[in-house]
């Protein structure tokens, strides 16, 4: 986790400022590419939140040390393959390190995800990930855990 730092008030605004432009679907991918370096943590939360970011940007965010900006990238329907098996590989990596966690959380939102290929799907599902108690279907279950966060007021 990033130590706090306290901001004046100036440097708070154009924090803000950048914050704004991160949602912003207009911003142009260069710029999404800066705000991903960002210091401040909401930035980059909001600029893996954005669906115009490119690909390179997610899977940068997907590695982020910030573990609320990992959940926005894997939220993000533009996430693509690469992606994916970011995060699927960072879960499987750090299992031990999350007590209280279920084991496939990560990898069973990746695998109803719009972005999963087939081949990571099939992958993901032969892990046995997927809790859908009937042979699911992908899109509608990712439709309803979407809403479902965006009901909480998340985006």
């Not at 940007?57 to 693509?80: C, F, G, K, M």
């Not at 992606?83 to 966690?101: I, M, Q, V, Y």
């Amino acid at each position: 986790m990033t130590p706090r730092k306290i901001r004046g008030p100036a440097e708070r605004m154009r924090g803000y400022a950048r914050v704004r432009e991160a949602r912003c679907p207009q911003t142009t991918a260069d710029r999404l590419r800066e705000l991903a370096g960002d210091e401040i943590v909401p930035v980059r939360l909001y600029t893996a939140h954005n669906f115009t970011a490119p690909p390179d940007v997610l899977l940068r965010l997907a590695s982020d040390e910030e573990i609320h900006v990992r959940w926005a990238v894997l939220l993000n329907p533009a996430a693509d393959e690469a992606t994916l098996r970011s995060l699927a590989e960072w879960e499987r990596a750090t299992k031990a390190d999350r007590p209280g966690w279920p084991p496939a959380f990560v990898r069973g939102l990746a695998v109803h995800h719009p972005g999963a290929p087939a081949a990571l799907h099939a992958e993901l599902l032969a892990e046995r990930v997927c809790g859908c108690p009937r042979k699911c279907d992908t899109r509608e279950v990712w439709q309803r855990r979407l809403a479902r966060v965006r009901a909480a007021g998340w985006r």
